[in-house]
């Protein structure tokens, strides 16, 4: 006989996860454009966005991800993140199994400002963390116009 832990708060913070995401797809959070997509995703990743003097900088935690399994694309001022985790065969030892790390596809979406080089974002995935670099634009500086007579 082996011990097994019990952990009451485990099915409430699950009830709460699976309650964020409904009202996630429902309310529109990922574009108006990506709530089919988003609501047929199985997981979204959790992701830090930081703005720097010349870049926008997005971190996309993506564990077990393939980088080839993941597409970023941009379009009409939208970035896109979407890609799938595969699942893994695992075997069945006596009887118990846990499964909590969620397989399936996933999508993310965001606007970006004016001022983002679309040309120029790139994206690299290292160590389960999506990084994807959005330079920015210099900005046009207003130019004065002669007036003739």
Do not use: C
């Not at 991800?65 to 595969?86: A, Y």
């Not at 120029?120 to 994807?132: C, F, P, Q, R, T």
């Amino acid at each position: 006989m082996s011990l097994v832990r019990y952990e009451p708060m485990s099915l409430l913070n699950q009830l709460h996860g699976e309650i964020d995401r409904l009202f996630d797809t429902r309310l529109g959070r990922y574009g108006d454009e990506g709530n089919q997509l988003a609501a047929a995703s199985d997981w979204v990743p959790a992701v830090d966005i930081k703005e720097e003097d010349d870049r926008y900088v997005i971190h996309a935690d993506v564990p077990g991800v393939d980088p080839k399994d993941i597409e970023v694309s941009m379009e009409d001022g939208v970035l896109s993140i979407k890609g799938e985790r595969q699942s893994e065969n695992k075997e069945e030892r006596e009887g118990y199994k846990r499964i909590e790390r969620v397989r399936g596809s996933f999508f993310r979406r965001f606007s970006l400002p004016d001022t983002a080089d679309a040309e120029a974002i790139s994206a690299k995935s290292k160590d389960g963390v999506l990084e994807i670099v959005i330079p920015k634009q210099e900005k046009v500086q207003p130019k004065r116009i002669k007036v003739e007579s």
